[in-house]
């Protein structure tokens, strides 16, 4: 391991040997395929008598006790290193025995292997001691794959050190891979001990970071207050991270939690104190927009409707993790609509059973993603089941459906914050059971069935900043009760 790491990323081990002479016979990498990280290395030779007058060992390397009989230009083609060292002009370049310091034994006998046979044997316990040897001796073949046998090794316990390592090997690939595991798990990341000893700097270009994700900004400010509380000395380094921080995105109820379980001798209640004495520029220019992996979440809505709820899951993608949210409470109700909107999952209408009749409903319910929890949105000017919904911008679509009276054209528009929905232009073809879509600035709907009970084969289009529908095509196998998707 280097000096100066600070942290132990994979553990390395070394044995001693007799002195053995190796005859290495390389090839020569052609320079096309240089940062190819397939190590098969392919050359093309005039004649086989050609090939193996180049192939005859012409030097002798040593390190410790050991010598390797190589030939120049095969390792010259390999590496930098070996170029400059037989073919630049030095004292080496005149000499037959050459002595090679500052490499490890081990870690060299694998590597005039692997230059030999282009195989490289790697664990857990030699690819550190490896690709230090490769970097050094500029065995870049060598060096990409020991990093990616270690991008494949990464995890939240490592990803804090494995950055620090690569970033001061070089190693760009590596590092990238490893800053992505600490912006995609950085709530996760913050309960670790070592994110605890990062610099100020460190925590800020990871909260500055276009690829940050968050479910929810309430995690950006716990993690900046869990890291100033942990030394008394970060106080003013506080209220500098805290202006990354969107407070306009964080919720009520965890500030509202926050102030309640903070006393008089918790060392949050000075830092606190701090910020509001002294707020972040940053806070008091206009609204930022929220942070875009924010929005990176799917939801799963569903179950059987004759139980009294209807669970509701969370997947983030770039997690990888499911994770439950609160249960949609509503027995007896189905054929409703889901759509997202902003930081919202919206249900909207249905078919509703009571004790003895089905009918359609007006309802509209809405989980709130950034605190968790469902409220009552405006009731519908229409009830309606079997109908489309979709979200464009920050507005709520509900297209067609059905009412108990049969099939309906009605356009409904909903502006999130909204008290009521607005009347849109109706469908050009009443439908049920359509698929729906948005591009651009435009909604798309897609068949469906038709008052009569028919199939209808138009792609109608609503235009929605000019108010207006028409029928841009016409599907070539009708259909209803399908999925569509851009």
């Not at 409904?412 to 008290?419: I, K, P, T, W, Y």
């Amino acid at each position: 391991m280097r000096e100066g790491l600070g942290v132990d990323i994979v553990t390395m081990a070394c044995r001693k040997s007799e002195q053995e002479v190796y005859n290495v016979n390389t090839t020569t990498l052609p320079e096309s395929d240089t940062g190819v990280l397939d190590s098969t290395r392919q050359h093309t030779c005039a004649t086989s008598e050609e090939s193996e007058t180049e192939m005859v060992p012409d030097t002798v390397l040593q390190v410790d006790t050991e010598s390797f009989l190589v030939n120049r230009q095969s390792l010259a083609g390999l590496s930098p290193y070996f170029r400059a060292m037989f073919y630049g002009g030095g004292q080496e370049s005149t000499r037959s025995h050459i002595e090679i310091k500052g490499v490890r034994l081990e870690q060299f006998r694998i590597l005039m292997e692997y230059a030999r046979s282009s195989t490289l044997p790697l664990d857990r316990d030699n690819v550190q001691g490896i690709l230090e040897a490769a970097d050094y001796l500029q065995l870049e073949q060598a060096r990409l794959l020991c990093c990616k046998f270690l991008e494949r090794e990464l995890h939240l316990s490592n990803c804090l050190g494995m950055m620090a390592y690569a970033w001061q090997l070089g190693c760009l690939e590596l590092y990238t891979a490893a800053r992505e595991v600490a912006v995609t798990h950085l709530p996760a990341l913050a309960c670790e001990e070592d994110f605890m000893y990062l610099s100020k700097e460190s925590i800020a270009d990871l909260l500055s970071s276009d690829d940050l994700f968050l479910p929810r900004e309430d995690f950006a400010f716990e993690v900046v207050l869990r890291w100033a509380t942990f030394d008394l000395n970060r106080e003013d380094d506080f209220v500098e991270l805290a202006g990354l921080v969107r407070p306009e995105c964080l919720s009520l109820s965890y500030i509202s939690d926050l102030l309640t379980s903070v006393k008089g001798s918790d060392p949050r209640a000075k830092l606190l104190c701090k910020l509001d004495s002294h707020p972040p520029a940053s806070w008091t220019q206009p609204r930022s927009i929220p942070r875009n992996r924010a929005r990176e979440t799917l939801y799963m809505l569903g179950g059987p409707h004759d139980q009294d709820q209807q669970a509701l899951f969370h997947f983030r993608p770039h997690c990888g993790i499911w994770g439950s949210c609160a249960p949609f409470k509503q027995k007896n109700l189905t054929q409703y609509a889901v759509a997202a909107v902003g930081d919202n999952v919206v249900v909207t209408g249905g078919y509703f059973r009571d004790e003895v009749v089905w009918y359609s409903v007006d309802w509209v319910r809405v989980f709130q993603c950034t605190c968790g929890r469902w409220v009552d949105g405006p009731l519908l000017q229409k009830s309606r089941h079997s109908h489309c919904s979709v979200g464009l911008g920050y507005e709520l679509f509900v297209l067609g459906g059905s009412m108990d009276e049969g099939p309906t054209a009605d356009v409904e528009r909903l502006a999130m914050g909204a008290e009521s929905w607005e009347n849109a232009s109706p469908m050009v073809r009443a439908v049920e059971r359509a698929a729906i879509v948005t591009m651009g600035s435009c909604i798309y709907v897609a068949c469906g069935l038709d008052e009569n009970g028919e199939v209808y084969g138009g792609i109608q289009r609503y235009q929605v900043e000019t108010d207006q529908w028409d029928v841009a095509s016409y599907s070539p196998l009708p259909r209803y009760g399908f999925t569509f998707t851009v």
